[in-house]
């Protein structure tokens, strides 16, 4: 049985999942993944050449509201949960090069 | 009255009737929260004070004759996994441990309007993923009728409260059966009702076209009631449905005449544990003798499942746990170099191994070339299994089935076997994936004296067949009426 999962392809899934993975992670997790993966190329058997997904089982469309204001959080509520802050926003490390 | 044992209707006619106070009976509770919880780990957080206090508030506003809500001095224990305002709401994650949330879910204002004493919050797998409660960053929980093995995952808190007496009712939330198993593994009742009928409002979010809240509770009536009280249209989910709810409770005892119970010969293949199989059989007699008719169902896709859904889930949560970067709230890492690796660090430390495993798998199977290969044939595979549903349903009312394979399995035995986990998951997770209600009730003992669930799922928004159908089941049987050894008096 030949792994479908290289270590290197679970780093760059690791990567777009903004995820650091120890070594050991890594090794471990592409073993058990490829377990998963394995098993679940069982619905290659199932021929769904005429079906249509379906992605949610009410199949609802278009729930809109008025574009009405309605009360939300404060301020103080919004940040009261944040890890860095300055009274008024979020602080994070800087995204912008220069000032 | 014994408050020890009595179900949440018992309770609540005794509050009613001025017989028993709600201050009395939270104490009681948190009483036996002190006593017990310690062994089985069913908390992660108990607001005595808070529940003291709205017991007291309760008893006043009853002694001055003003009206109280539905459930009013009922205390209730809720998943972590449920936004409590002010309240920790952690879903057992290292990632959010510090967090309380600055508003309540849906679920929890109407527990509040419904005058309910909210003991606590229970312990769950991290993020609602998992079967047993093992994958919690904080604790495990024990199954009460037996400390070595697991409550069954992931309302694994919520169900032990039940099952120990530690509170009469108690909310978990359903993705694949993380209600109706652990119902099954602690001998309570336990209820996914159909998606759309409760609002995902404040339910922290894990696969977003599959996660249901629902009801705990030591019988039928406990779960009516308190599914009642959680329905409903909310304009703040907008997958929530705008139908009416029924009065559960008053058609209850109303027996379905001509009743069809469905069974599939699929659900009785290899690696479905004897005495399992037999509890379910025993259940279709205990029907028939009732003058229900027994037919054979054919649900040809329901081997197909545990793959869709193993591909879906992942896949939604790995969009729905995007937003725990370290930004806004939760856990943020104490050093890293730059924006991305602050993210990457943040959630290297906040999430445990399942949750990596299932973000993993769900980016991989959203990733270009593999998109349609894996998520768009899960979805495909999904409606096959859906429409198996509809088609089962022109001819039975409710379908009746194993909840697990096994009764309750030993602390530590699957969790290094991913895959054999999710495999256990086989006769919950297809209601999931079609947003069909099922409730778990206890059918009956294995010779290790382990409870063992029977399970009912019926069409949409079938609720009140699946409930009078349950009940007729009930009514027959002892199973409800047993407590865990652990639980009765000393």
Redesign the interface.
Known sequence: MTAR?TRD??AK?????????SAD?LE??TA??D???E????????D?ES????????E?SN?F?DDIEQPC?SRE??L?????TDGRC?V????LDGN | MSILGASASQLLAALTSGELSAVALATACLDRIEQLDGTIGAFLHVDRKGALEQAALIDQRRRAGQPVGKLAGLPVAVKDVVCTRGLPTTCASRSLENFRPPYDADVTRRLREADAVILGKTNMDEFAMGSSTENSAFKITRNPWDTTRTPGGSSGGSAAAVAAGLAPLAIGSDTGGSIRQPAAFCGVVGMKPTYGRVSRYGLVAFASSLDQLGPFASDVAGAAALLEVMAGHDPRDSTSVDRPVPDYRSTLEQPLSGLRVGVAPEHFAAGLDEEVASAVHAAADIYRSLGARIVDVALPHSKYGVAAYYLIAPSEAASNLARYDGVHYGHRAASFDGLIDMYATSRGEGFGPEVKRRIMLGNYALSAGYYDAYYLKALKVRRLIRQDFDRAFETCDVLLSPVAPTPAFKVGELVDDPLAMYLSDIYTLSANLAGLPGISLPGGFSQRGLPIGIQLVGPPFGEETLLRAARMFERETPWHTKRPALAVAR
Request: charged residues 20%.
């Open positions: 999962l392809e679970v899934v690791a990567l777009l999942g903004r995820l650091k993975l992670e471990q997790m058990q993944l377990r998963v993966l098993y679940v190329d069982i619905l290659n058997e199932v769904t079906i249509e997904p379906l992605a949610h089982p009410i609802l729930v509201r959080l509520e919004a009261a949960n944040a890890p860095k979020f994070v490390p800087a995204i």
